[in-house]
């Protein structure tokens, strides 16, 4: 496994991953192996109550409420750190083949509780960097055992805000089980999913889901995907239930499909088609005679504002490690950006913008448009709408 390995301190790092070991078997797993306190990360393998093997790379940290100078006194921290504080961007690792799952976590042992951040919105991060909370998120999480909220980023260069998690050491498992379903989720469905665990993916059980293929017959005409599987329609549905990975990665793809049937029913439209490559739109559009018009769809963040305002997670999911710009859009990348209300209504509609109409950016990436976007009057409810704009 090629990821970067730290060395740490063997006495100082020890709580931390004894904190991870115990709270795995007081939640009914039995560890396999796990690495030396004194390497950072910490890599472990163990089996859940089911039986079932999982393999985990956690980021570790150790958090606290001690007095700052000049910060809060109601403020919580934990600083990314491993070595030394030497200015440039370290990897965040995570599994290409999804065999292993990335934990962000600062541990508080005397509380006995984790908190937990986004690794793919940290993919690359400078070594101090310090995660704060509110003593009311600690409060939650000893109250009622998991928590999640929204999180403000200091930096004007930085997504507005994450979702971040937190949880008693008893829910150390569902975090395992929310990071192996959330990898890569915009941060509205990270807060849903959140929210939500135990509705979105069932919990592990030691009976199989799923009956053999041999014992179902396939209907007279299946669907071509089932007869390429050699499996019936609903052991395919079954299969996306079970496996919580497929299930949010197929949620990311409904957003889409709601959209496209939007877009190839809208009056004036001639042609509608899906982009499928990485780094380009979702679609291109001719209406009315027109050029071709490139509509992005974006998810809205779970969270209004105070007087209901709906923000957007308006970024990429990555961004180069030697152009942190990259992150963000430029007007010029599509003209019509389809924000899914969702996360925040629970119903797949859509408010549209131009993004000639959009704010740009600071003035560190100053030809790219602003990632701080909320939805407001001037949206247009259809995206007809905004095409007549367009060609007017």
Request: proline share 5%; hydrophobic share 35%; net charge negative.
């Amino acid at each position: 496994m090629d990821y970067e390995r730290y060395s740490v301190s063997e006495r100082h790092k020890s709580p931390l991953l004894a904190f991870i070991l115990t709270a795995l078997r007081n939640c009914g797993c039995r560890i396999l192996r796990n690495s030396s306190p004194q390497q950072a990360p910490f890599r472990i393998t163990f089996e859940d109550p089911s039986g079932q093997r999982h393999g985990i790379i956690v980021y570790a940290f150790f958090a606290n409420s001690q007095p700052t100078k000049n910060r809060p006194t109601d403020e919580h921290r934990f600083q990314i750190k491993y070595g030394t504080k030497d200015g440039e961007l370290h990897q965040i690792w995570q599994d290409p083949y999804l065999l292993y799952t990335t934990l962000m976590v600062g541990i508080d042992t005397e509380r006995g509780i984790f908190v937990g951040i986004d690794p793919v919105l940290h993919e690359f991060t400078k070594f101090f960097i310090s995660v704060e909370f509110k003593r009311t998120e600690v409060e939650a999480i000893l109250d009622t055992g998991w928590h999640c909220w929204e999180r403000a980023r200091r930096s004007v260069d930085d997504s507005p805000v994450e979702t971040v998690v937190g949880g008693r050491s008893e829910a150390f498992f569902d975090y395992i089980r929310f990071e192996q379903a959330g990898r890569g989720l915009d941060q509205g469905h990270r807060f849903l999913l959140a929210e939500k665990l135990d509705e979105f993916i069932a919990r592990p059980q030691r009976d199989p889901v799923l009956k053999s293929s041999t014992e179902i017959l396939l209907p007279e005409t299946p669907h071509d995907l089932a007869s390429e599987f050699q499996i019936s329609e609903d052991q395919i549905l079954n299969m996306i239930e079970a496996a919580p990975r497929l299930k949010m990665a197929v949620r990311g793809w409904v957003a889409e499909h709601h959209l496209e049937e939007i877009l190839k029913t809208t009056e004036g439209v001639d042609s509608c088609v899906s982009l499928e490559e990485d780094g380009r739109p979702d679609f291109e559009v001719t209406y009315m005679g027109s050029r071709p018009f490139l509509v992005e769809c974006k998810n809205v963040l779970r969270k209004t504002l105070a007087d209901g305002t709906v923000r957007v997670d308006f970024q990429k999911t990555r961004a180069s490690k030697s152009d942190p710009c990259s992150r963000f859009y430029r007007a010029s990348d599509f003209q019509v950006l389809a924000a899914c209300l969702h996360p925040c209504t629970e119903r797949w509609e859509f408010a549209y913008r131009l993004t000639r109409e959009m704010d740009l950016h600071t003035k560190k990436c100053p030809e790219h448009l602003s990632n701080n976007v909320r939805i407001s009057e001037e949206w247009y409810p259809a995206v007809g709408a905004a095409f007549d704009c367009l060609v007017g």
